[in-house]
Every structure is written in C-alpha cells, then in structure tokens.
C-alpha cells in the first residue's frame, strides 16, 4: 500500500476502537445508531511542499470525518462523540510513526431535520495529516 493509504486506514482502525459506528467513504445510512456514527473521507493530499535533496514530497492532507448523531438528547451525544474523535487522535498523533502529525480541527455542528424522525445533529471533522512520500504516486 502506499504511504497515503497506509495513514488512512491507520486512522481508519483508530476511529474503529471507539463506540460510534465507523465508515469508509460510505454513504449515509438510512438510520444513524444510537452511539453515533463516524464516516472517513480520504479527502485531498492538496499541493506538496517538495524537497530535492533527497527528493520528498511533503503533503498537509485534508481528510474528513463526517460526525452524525441522532435522538432527543442529540447535543450532548455529539458533544461526546465529537470529544472522543479528539482523545482518540490525541493517543498517538503520528499513528504509529506513519505520519509525522496528525491534528483535527473544530468541527461546525448543523441540525438537520428528518421527516418522521428526530432531526439529525452533523458536522464535518477536518484532520489534517502531516506526512513526507519519495513520490506522489506511491
């Protein structure tokens, strides 16, 4: 696998340990389960920073986990939620030494309403992954 997928699906089974439901560029299911739901998205390597001697691409890629929950007491489920992607995170912020950081940012919280259904409490995580490659490709 190549260094770029390797931190995702580090990051991947890291989000897996805690309660919350954990997906892989999945869609959103038709019910949210009541621990929450997590969903990583690769998101983009964006333009690296590049080095010549030894040559090393240096990439601050943007992933993003979409954080859902649902129910009468959706506020402070995400709270929690949201509070456990960041210990999470914080256990190891190289995941094992394959990155060389790994820090999340504020999420931005949205209520969406479900017709029938309690309304939905969401937000996108940002992570950004701080991570060096001999080549873009590989």
């Given at each position: 696998?190549?260094?770029?997928?390797?931190?995702?699906?580090a990051l991947h089974t890291r989000l897996s340990a805690l309660p919350a439901t954990v997906?892989?560029?999945?869609?959103?299911?038709?019910?949210?389960?009541?621990?929450?739901?997590?969903?990583?998205?690769?998101?983009?390597?964006?333009?690296?920073?590049?080095?010549?001697?030894?040559?090393?691409?240096?990439?601050?890629?943007?992933?993003?986990?979409?954080?859902?929950?649902?129910?009468?007491?959706?506020?402070?489920?995400?709270?929690?939620?949201?509070?456990s992607v960041g210990a999470a995170i914080a256990v190891d912020r190289t995941l094992g030494?394959?990155?060389?950081?790994?820090?999340?940012?504020?999420?931005?919280?949205?209520?969406?309403?479900?017709?029938g259904a309690a309304s939905l409490k969401a937000a996108v995580i940002p992570v950004v992954?701080?991570?060096?490659?001999?080549?873009?490709?590989?």
């Amino acid at each position: 696998m190549t260094p770029r997928e390797t931190i995702l699906a580090a990051l991947h089974t890291r989000l897996s340990a805690l309660p919350a439901t954990v997906l892989r560029g999945d869609v959103l299911p038709e019910r949210v389960p009541a621990t929450g739901l997590l969903i990583l998205r690769d998101g983009e390597p964006g333009e690296p920073e590049v080095t010549l001697s030894p040559l090393a691409y240096h990439y601050q890629h943007r992933a993003e986990i979409e954080a859902v929950v649902q129910g009468a007491d959706r506020d402070a489920a995400f709270d929690t939620l949201t509070a456990s992607v960041g210990a999470a995170i914080a256990v190891d912020r190289t995941l094992g030494g394959l990155c060389d950081w790994v820090e999340a940012e504020a999420p931005r919280p949205v209520d969406l309403p479900v017709e029938g259904a309690a309304s939905l409490k969401a937000a996108v995580i940002p992570v950004v992954l701080h991570y060096s490659t001999a080549d873009p490709l590989a």
